[in-house]
Nanobody, 124 residues
Framework: QVQLVESGGGLVQTGGSLRLSCAASGRTFTFYTMGWFRQAPGKDREFVAA????????RYADSVKGRFTISRDNAKNTMYLQMNSLKPEDTALYYCATGPRATSDSSRYQYDYWGQGTQVTVSS
């Protein structure tokens, strides 16, 4: 089992920045791809970004490309999402996820372990 805890969410104005963190514990997650997903009220959970176990491969949703940066520090068992130039449409509950079946181009259905989420609200 892997336990994931997100933090760093909050309320920010349009154009602002936030940095989300995802702390992992339990079984070794170092060799797993990790991802960020988000879910706005009334909408499906959507992919945001993913990073391979070594951090070499990253992938982003088109909607966040150029504004968000995913990274990880395996020594600290932590993944990050730096979010810049935030827009009201980025408002959502943000989840981190991982699992042995996930790859950088996986959908959410290949991720086995999920955190509880951290709320990001961008005011206009």
């Amino acid at each position: 089992q892997v336990q994931l805890v997100e933090s760093g969410g909050g309320l920010v104005q349009t154009g602002g920045s936030l940095r989300l963190s995802c702390a992992a514990s339990g079984r070794t997650f170092t060799f797993y791809t990790m991802g960020w997903f988000r879910q706005a009220p009334g909408k499906d959970r959507e992919f945001v970004a993913a990073i391979s176990w070594g951090g070499v491969i990253t992938r982003y949703a088109d909607s966040v490309k150029g504004r968000f940066t995913i990274s990880r520090d395996n020594a600290k068992n932590t993944m990050y999402l730096q979010m810049n130039s935030l827009k009201p449409e980025d408002t959502a509950l943000y989840y981190c996820a991982t699992g042995p079946r996930a790859t950088s181009d996986s959908s959410r259905y290949q991720y086995d372990y999920w955190g509880q989420g951290t709320q990001v609200t961008v005011s206009s």
